[in-house]
């Protein structure tokens, strides 16, 4: 036999055993983590089922992960719903109902044996955690105002390693979170502006741009470490201003864009579940003020929803970016990637503009997750899900133990097509009221005096929750009360 055969069969069964060993060793080694929470988006994608909107990055990861249909948050509101995520906890107090229950609860608290947040649990065990944009409330992680100067305070003080933003014109993390092209903002402006805007600029002519390419740029620092890394990427739109670059809305023929399927006021209930659209309308040059009175013609109603899905492919485009220098890096193949929408929104229907209701168009909102792992490529999941429950499935996918007790449920198993997590329930909280999402029903109980203060609606026959039923089915919430009763975790002492 020549002697390179021989050195051959020498080497084979060593080369064999390294090659099986550094697959045994990158298998042990701990996910990446790449979660985005984009501001006020609902379940308006292509994945969704939307035939209109362009999102064709987000569909992928949807197609190549999974996507969850019926994710519901606790609380339609950004601060509040970004405190149940990040601490895995149902609403117990009423500020947990605000925008500064994270300031108020976590900011000045001393670190103690419970982790602030589900990121300060995943740096604890070893994962090194950049924040970039709006993972808490605030615009970039910091404790201040609209109109106050940056601050050095953290929201989260214990749970970053690095917590990163460019403000770019704007100057600070609200001015860019409420900025137009021209490096104004809402405040500057005092509110004098519309609430939306086609901007002749390329993607870093706004905000989230300069968002996308700092997230790229730390991925390629953290490509090296040894250590697993946590990427919270935080993206304004479509939040209020629907700014966006022109480009995006040139994807849209405007007159081929429908109009809400229910731009009514629901039959039988008060109007204190609605709202008179306060936050829109604060947008002093808008055309058109929203009421519960009187609807914004079709033509203005048009332009905004033609505003909010430019701005939904902004975002989209974004992911794209991001996902695709994943790849480039090989990351991809160990990086479990989450898409969160933190609540939905009202686009006119209910003839409300904005989220801060109890109705579905408030609740549910977008979740999709793309993990690494074989068999965790379930591209549908119908079963319900809560915000509560992304902290216990992240920790379980990282492989990470919990010995401190959270309202969230894994639903890692709805991830396998074996084994779906059975259907649940999901609790949501908000002016003055509790709401208890079944598969089939709405069930929602308000603690005030304006009645009817009980809300029924079938979405086998009323998907659009168009009229509450609650008088005709006393049987039907009586078997649903109790369950409802569960969600009270004592934030309705009394009633």
């Not at 948050?73 to 229950?101: D, E, I």
């Not at 990282?398 to 396998?416: P, R």
């Amino acid at each position: 036999m020549p002697t390179s055969f021989k050195k051959l069969f020498i080497l084979l069964p060593l080369l064999i055993f390294l090659g099986s060993n550094l697959q045994c060793k990158q298998a042990q080694r701990p996910p990446n983590v790449l979660f985005i929470a984009v501001d006020d988006l609902r379940t308006e994608l292509g994945a969704y089922g939307n035939p209109i909107v362009h999102s064709p990055n987000m569909d992928a990861l949807a197609s190549e992960g999974t996507i969850f249909t019926n994710h519901f948050v606790q609380v339609p509101t950004c601060g509040a719903s970004r405190y149940a995520l990040l601490t895995g906890m149902r609403p117990r107090k009423p500020l947990h109902l605000g925008n500064n229950a994270i300031e108020k609860e976590i900011s000045n608290a001393t670190e103690n044996k419970v982790p602030e947040s589900f990121i300060h649990h995943l740096k604890r065990n070893g994962y090194h955690t950049v924040g970039i944009g709006k993972i808490s409330h605030s615009a970039d992680g910091l404790v201040y105002g609209y109109e106050e100067p940056v601050s050095t305070k953290k929201e989260l003080p214990h749970s970053w390693n690095e917590l990163l933003f460019d403000a770019g014109k704007w100057g600070t993390g609200w001015n860019a979170f409420f900025g137009y092209a021209d490096g104004e903002n809402r405040q500057s402006l005092k509110k004098q502006v519309r609430p939306y805007e086609a901007g002749e600029v390329d993607d870093e002519g706004y905000p989230d741009g300069l968002t996308t390419k700092l997230a790229i740029s730390k991925l390629r620092e953290l490509k090296d470490k040894k250590q697993p890394f946590f990427m919270g990427v935080g993206f304004f739109k479509p939040h209020l201003p629907f700014n966006a670059p022109k480009k995006y809305w040139d994807l849209y023929d405007r007159e081929q864009i429908p109009l809400s399927p229910n731009p009514r006021v629901p039959e039988n209930i008060s109007l204190k579940s609605l709202h008179e659209s306060g936050e829109f309308n604060q947008y002093a040059l808008g055309e058109e003020k929203a009421s519960l009175a009187q609807p914004v013609s079709q033509e203005y109603a048009k332009k905004l929803r033609h505003a909010y899905l430019a701005s939904i492919s902004y975002i989209d485009a974004q992911i794209g970016l991001i996902w695709e220098e994943l790849k480039v890096m090989g990351l991809d193949k160990n990086t479990i990637i989450v898409i969160w929408g933190d609540h939905g929104w009202h686009l006119g229907d209910q003839r409300v503009w904005g989220k801060h209701t109890l109705f579905e168009n408030a609740l549910k909102s977008a979740l999709i997750i793309k993990s690494p792992f074989k068999g965790h490529q379930t591209n549908k999941v119908k079963t319900i899900v809560e915000t509560v429950d992304i902290y216990p499935t992240i920790m379980e996918l990282c492989n990470i133990g919990m010995t401190h007790e959270i309202d969230g449920e894994s639903f890692i198993d709805s991830l396998t097509e074996a084994s779906p997590k059975e259907d649940g329930v999901a609790y949501s909280y908000f002016r003055n009221g509790i709401s208890l999402r079944t598969d089939r029903y709405r069930l929602t109980k308000y603690f005030r005096q304006d009645e009817p203060t009980i809300e029924l609606y079938d979405h086998s026959t009323d998907p659009y929750e168009t009229k509450n039923i609650a008088d005709l089915n006393p049987d039907l919430v009586m078997e649903l009360m109790p369950v409802l009763e569960k969600g009270n975790t004592g934030l309705y002492i009394g009633n």
